[in-house]
Nanobody, 127 residues
Framework: QVQLVESGGGSVQAGGSLRLSCAAS????????MGWFRQAPGKEREGVAG????????YYADSVKGRFTISQDNAKNTVYLQMNSLKPEDTAMYYC????????????????????WGQGTLVTVSS
């Protein structure tokens, strides 16, 4: 059974930085798409960033391009989301997810094919 454990959320002032981590265990995928979705109260789910393990292809939502960077450490089965220049509108619960398919170019639409989700980590950005 695939398990994802997230860490790194917290509270920060606007302009600050946070790094989220998502460690995966219990699977034997050779290649997979992994990344982050977020949801703020009263707003729709948003696909923030995704990465394909066997090519490094990435996806970023327009709202985070130039500020967020997704990366992976395949040896540790861990994906990271470096979030810089944070804005109050980045405040949300961030969820890590993984799927044993390629398709990060359509990351926002992949939410319904994910094999596993993390428990979520809260990011709060104050102005």
């Amino acid at each position: 059974q695939v398990q994802l454990v997230e860490s790194g959320g917290g509270s920060v002032q606007a302009g600050g930085s946070l790094r989220l981590s998502c460690a995966a265990s219990g699977y034997s995928y050779n290649c997979y798409s992994m990344g982050w979705f977020r949801q703020a109260p009263g707003k729709e789910r948003e696909g923030v960033a995704g990465i394909y393990s066997c090519g490094g292809n990435t996806y970023y939502a327009d709202s985070v391009k130039g500020r967020f960077t997704i990366s992976q450490d395949n040896a540790k089965n861990t994906v990271y989301l470096q979030m810089n220049s944070l804005k109050p509108e980045d405040t949300a619960m961030y969820y890590c997810a993984v799927a044993a398919v390629e398709g990060v170019s359509s990351w926002p639409q992949m939410w319904n094919v994910m094999d596993a989700w993390g428990q979520g980590t809260l990011v709060t950005v104050s102005s």
